[in-house]
């Protein structure tokens, strides 16, 4: 099965603690995306690679950091600087983020809730 | 003005009615569009993207595009309560930047 998937689906952090969300993907996409979601807006996006070894950051990248050493792979940390990190995150797909008509694909999404 | 609007609802259709959800964008060179559904507590996915102005239609969804009036909607026909869910519209303003509205809930009720 080809897809996106996001580990884990829910995941704790306490005061103080980096976490990292984990997003693999097997479609031979190269772009990848991190948005975060709250209730009652829209997505907004946090980090975005379009290829190995470079990244660049979205709208709200404060607090956060991506790394992405493998093509299938761009994980998310979360860092203790992120002093609201509450949220769902969404990892994304698209083929290599050079077309405008390109359709990006979500995982099914991290739930973060800070203890 | 925040760049993309949509009425966050919620839209409440009887069984087998018509669901017109609206969204309006403000960046003139915008040039694809999106309509995501998104179930509570889950992730979107895609149901059309349109990128020229007039129709395009999928089964039961039909996407409009006015680029003019910076305006694209979703027409959900003969609406059945597994359509009740958020629909998110995107827009994407240039590479890798898509930009969501609110999204509209839309609640089909039997």
């Known amino acids: 099965d080809g897809g996106i998937t996001q580990s884990p689906k829910y995941l704790f952090r306490k005061e103080g603690q980096n976490v990292t969300l984990s997003c693999e993907q097997n479609?031979?996409?190269?772009?990848m995306y991190w948005y975060r979601q709250d209730p009652g807006q829209g997505l907004r996006l946090i980090y975005y690679?379009?290829?190995?070894?470079?990244?660049q950051k979205g709208d709200i990248a404060e607090g956060y950091s991506v790394s992405r050493e493998k093509k299938e792979s761009f994980p998310l940390t979360v860092t203790s600087a992120q002093k609201n990190p509450t949220a769902f995150y969404l990892c994304?797909?698209?083929?290599?983020?050079?077309?405008?008509?390109?359709?990006?694909?979500f995982g099914p999404g991290t739930r973060l809730l800070v203890l | 003005q925040k760049e993309v609007e949509q009425n966050s609802g919620p839209l409440s259709v009887p069984e087998g009615a018509i669901a017109s959800l609206n969204c309006t964008y403000s960046?003139?060179?915008?040039?694809?569009f999106f309509w995501y559904r998104q179930y509570s507590g889950k992730s979107p996915e895609l149901i059309m993207s349109?990128?020229?102005?007039g129709d395009k239609e999928d089964g039961r969804f039909t996407a409009q595009l006015n680029k003019a009036s910076q305006y694209v909607s979703l027409l959900i026909r003969d609406s059945q309560p597994s359509d009740s869910a958020t629909y998110l519209c995107?827009?994407?303003?240039?590479?890798?930047?898509?930009?969501f509205g609110t999204g509209t809930r839309l609640l089909v009720s039997p």
């Open positions: 960046d003139r060179v915008s040039q694809s």
């Open positions: 349109i990128y020229s102005n």
């Open positions: 690679s379009q290829i190995v070894n470079d990244f």
């Open positions: 994304a797909s698209s083929i290599d983020g050079t077309e405008i008509q390109e359709t990006q694909y």
């Open positions: 479609l031979n996409h190269d772009a």
């Open positions: 995107a827009v994407q303003t240039g590479f890798q930047k898509l930009v």
